[in-house]
């Protein structure tokens, strides 16, 4: 699955400066060898003034204080050469899993009904699309022999409802009853149904979301009969954060705390797809064509491989019509006629 980095990281520093508004104890524990009047400064600056964050090379009316991301530099991976993901798969032939969560050794499942697919932090499918034998308000009966490898007690599922009555429904599990071996399985949820399912419904048993890593919506993308391939390359990419401000003071507490919030949020940035993720900074020369005014700057550089994978939709090659010529050069042989069905197209030939 393909991100974008510069997305990533501007939820980051949203979230991240969102965090030090909503509690000011972060701005005390950061700056705890600083006075209480500069921290109540800080403070002041970070809950009165909103900090732009722009994508490229900003131009003269760029407001201050602002972050500036730039793309500074990005490669294609010497070892890969766009052949890391390369494989082509048929869904008819997959069972579908839409929150897998593609690996760097080419894991190409398909997603098919109930998602499109992958999605970041999503919890795994342990149970595949089924369609349940029976149900009650708070129940239903899985047939007969289905497995299903989870504890109940020791981590929170969901059972989804995808298709037929009921579809849409997620409900948390409380307990999966095998009864015997001769009568379905009985998953038992928390809560009554909203719509009761029955035998027309189908359903899936998905593990809890992450609740670092998750971050985008699924969709439905592919159907079941659909033959795609997944073509990719992995990149060595280098980043740099400029923060530009008016006040001496101002930059440095302002990259404090991007540094803190690059430190907080790493691993959520690592399950997006950042892989060797560095992090370094300097104070950035300035340079009158890129700034509107007089301001001071430092800049962070983010150094990170990450993947970026298509999926393309083969198109199988369909015969529309056929036209043939027969020629008979014997006297003796007379011409018959005959019909040709092509791809429910009929062409007579005589």
Known sequence: MSIIPEKILQQ?????????????????????????????????LINTQIV??????????????CCVLLLKGETESEGVLGELFQSHTSVEQTEPRPH????????????????????????????????????????????????VLIDPFEETSYLEVLEGTGEGQRVEISSIDPR??????RVVVNSNFSVTPDDTSVVQIVNADD????????????????????????????????L????????????????AMMIINR???????????????ADFLPRSEMQPQLVYQRSMTFDFDYSFDVYNFIQEPTLSSLVIALSVN????????????VSNTTTSLT
């Open 267 to 281: 691993e959520f940035m690592i399950k997006q797809g950042f892989m060797n993720l560095k992090i370094g900074g």
């Open 12 to 44: 980051v520093l949203i979230k991240g400066f969102k965090a030090f508004r909503d509690d000011n104890r972060l701005i005390d524990t950061l700056f705890h060898n600083l006075t209480l009047k500069e921290r109540d400064s800080i403070k002041n």
């Open 100 to 147: 897998i969560i593609p690996s760097l050794q080419g894991d190409a499942t398909i997603v098919g009904r109930g998602s499109s697919g992958p999605v970041w932090g999503k919890g795994e499918i342990v149970l595949d699309p089924i369609t349940i034998e029976a149900a009650g308000v708070n129940y239903v009966d899985l047939p007969n022999g289905t497995t």
């Open 211 to 242: 609740a670092v890593g998750t971050t985008g919506d699924a969709s439905k993308v592919f159907e079941i009969t659909d033959k795609v391939e997944r073509l990719g390359a992995l990149y060595k990419v280098n980043y740099q954060l400029v």
């Open 180 to 185: 015997s071996t001769t009568l379905p399985v």
């Open 330 to 341: 014997d006297p003796d042989v007379s011409q018959q006629g005959v019909e040709v069905e």
């Open 52 to 65: 732009d964050i722009n994508y490229n090379y900003p131009d003269r009316n760029v407001r201050i204080p």
């Open 244 to 259: 530009l401000t008016g006040d001496q003071d101002h930059l440095l507490w302002l990259y404090s705390m991007i540094k």
